[in-house]
């Protein structure tokens, strides 16, 4: 049987918030801690802009921590007609680098979808204003065991074999990984100074990367 490729359609947006609690590890506390990453910067008004914003969930809790030079780019114009909007909304597959620069680019859950991860990846890093930050969230490249882990998270969640499986087939050339060390590389090679994980469930990895003063113990 074929199944048809994932896609974030009308469906997807629907179901968006229940799919992000049942099959994203970490969901919650990582948009948390974007926001405690974000207040600990100590900008004033930064420029904030939310890379995959979807429904604009990322988005709503940062409006409600007071930051208001909000931004949020998705390429699905049914996810973004759903979307929280209070915020400068944009539909583009490519890094909208003619609004920047922008002090601080959340990325999370979002390059994976992206095959030109490279090229979106040096976009963002030209449009870093000096001293910003980028936080990146990504399901990386993981073998059986660890993956069975995450698969663990989803049936805790109530998801059932039928569902890991048709969503498995469905990502399959949607959704690609690439290594941890990958993206360690590929950021220092860009430029950040500092390149460190704040965050790790299962396949899931938080990077922060910027311009951060690094403290040696
Ligand atoms: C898992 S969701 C991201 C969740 C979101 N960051 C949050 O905090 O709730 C992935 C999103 O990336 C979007 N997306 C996929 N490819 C994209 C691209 N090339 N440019 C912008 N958004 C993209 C999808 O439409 C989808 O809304």
């Given at each position: 049987m074929t199944v048809k490729k994932w896609e974030f359609d009308q469906a997807a947006a629907e179901n968006f918030a229940a799919i992000a609690r049942r099959e994203i590890p970490d969901y919650q506390r990582v948009i948390d801690l974007t926001i405690n990453i974000i207040r600990k910067l100590g900008l004033a008004n930064p420029k904030i802009i939310d890379v995959g914003s979807a429904?604009?969930?990322t988005l709503q809790a940062l409006y409600a921590a007071g930051f208001r030079n909000l931004y949020g780019v998705d390429?699905?114009?049914?996810?973004l007609?759903?979307?929280?909007d209070k915020a400068t909304l944009l539909?583009?597959?490519?890094?909208?680098e003619d609004h920047g620069p922008?002090?601080?680019i959340i990325a999370n859950w979002v390059l994976h979808f992206i095959p030109e991860r490279e090229t979106y990846l040096?976009?963002?890093?030209?449009?870093?204003?000096?001293g910003g930050v980028l936080i990146l969230t990504e399901k990386v490249a993981a073998g059986e065991?660890?993956?069975?882990?995450?698969?663990?998270?989803k049936r805790a969640n109530g998801v059932s074999e039928a569902e890991i499986a048709i969503k498995k087939q469905r990502l399959q050339g949607v959704l690609t990984t690439l290594p941890l060390e990958w993206y360690l590389v590929q950021l220092r090679e860009l430029g950040f100074r500092a390149v460190e994980v704040v965050n790790a469930n299962t396949?899931?990895?938080?990077?922060?990367?910027?311009?951060?003063?690094?403290?040696?113990?």
């Amino acid at each position: 049987m074929t199944v048809k490729k994932w896609e974030f359609d009308q469906a997807a947006a629907e179901n968006f918030a229940a799919i992000a609690r049942r099959e994203i590890p970490d969901y919650q506390r990582v948009i948390d801690l974007t926001i405690n990453i974000i207040r600990k910067l100590g900008l004033a008004n930064p420029k904030i802009i939310d890379v995959g914003s979807a429904i604009g969930t990322t988005l709503q809790a940062l409006y409600a921590a007071g930051f208001r030079n909000l931004y949020g780019v998705d390429s699905s114009a049914e996810m973004l007609a759903r979307s929280f909007d209070k915020a400068t909304l944009l539909q583009s597959n490519t890094f909208p680098e003619d609004h920047g620069p922008y002090d601080v680019i959340i990325a999370n859950w979002v390059l994976h979808f992206i095959p030109e991860r490279e090229t979106y990846l040096q976009a963002i890093r030209r449009s870093l204003a000096p001293g910003g930050v980028l936080i990146l969230t990504e399901k990386v490249a993981a073998g059986e065991l660890a993956n069975e882990l995450y698969y663990d998270f989803k049936r805790a969640n109530g998801v059932s074999e039928a569902e890991i499986a048709i969503k498995k087939q469905r990502l399959q050339g949607v959704l690609t990984t690439l290594p941890l060390e990958w993206y360690l590389v590929q950021l220092r090679e860009l430029g950040f100074r500092a390149v460190e994980v704040v965050n790790a469930n299962t396949v899931f990895v938080t990077l922060l990367a910027g311009a951060l003063h690094v403290e040696h113990d």
